[in-house]
């Protein structure tokens, strides 16, 4: 399977824009194979992030996890205050105690400002921002959370496998 859309400028991108290497993961804020993933996706970026470019769409698994969504909003709310990697990292990494009373207090630790913030996950745009990346995903044949696209091409592994390819890719 291909990546549908191509990665453009609606995407949260990190690394070095217009790499040789494009890397997309379509993650749930709240799935447990995710959060295995994160720290193996920084470790990734840490050692790679100059070479590759990393790109991350939602694909919340509202069915199964309660604050998939609203975490994936919250991020994008986020965003609109420049700070959508922040709340990314932070949500990860607080994944286990994951609620939306936590969701607030991460936007007030990350400095948001409280009233915009408070006006912008209300917006339906974010919404719409969440389920286009979510049906971007299910054109793409996402089927599960961590997905991970390599310069295009879906990538039948996990997060370690992905390390390991980058860093035989990489030398």
Known sequence: ???????????????????????VEYGDYQCPYCG?????????MKKYGKRIEFVFRNFPLSEMHQYARPAAIVAEAAALQGKFWEMHDSIYENQRVLSEPL???????????P??????????????K???????????????????FVNGRKFNAGADDLL????????
Do not use: C, R, W
């Open 1 to 23: 399977m291909s990546l549908q859309p191509e990665v453009s400028k609606t995407d949260h991108i990190q690394g070095k824009k217009d790499a040789k290497i494009v890397i």
């Open 36 to 44: 295995a993933a994160y720290p193996v996706l920084k470790e990734m």
């Open 103 to 113: 969701l607030l207090e991460l936007a007030d630790k990350l400095g948001l400002d």
């Open 115 to 128: 009233y915009q913030f408070n006006a912008d996950i209300k917006k339906p745009e974010l919404a719409a």
């Open 130 to 148: 969440v389920d286009s990346d979510f049906e971007s995903g299910v054109m793409s044949g996402v089927n599960g959370t961590p997905s991970f």
């Open 164 to 171: 390991l390819l980058i860093s035989e890719i990489v030398k």
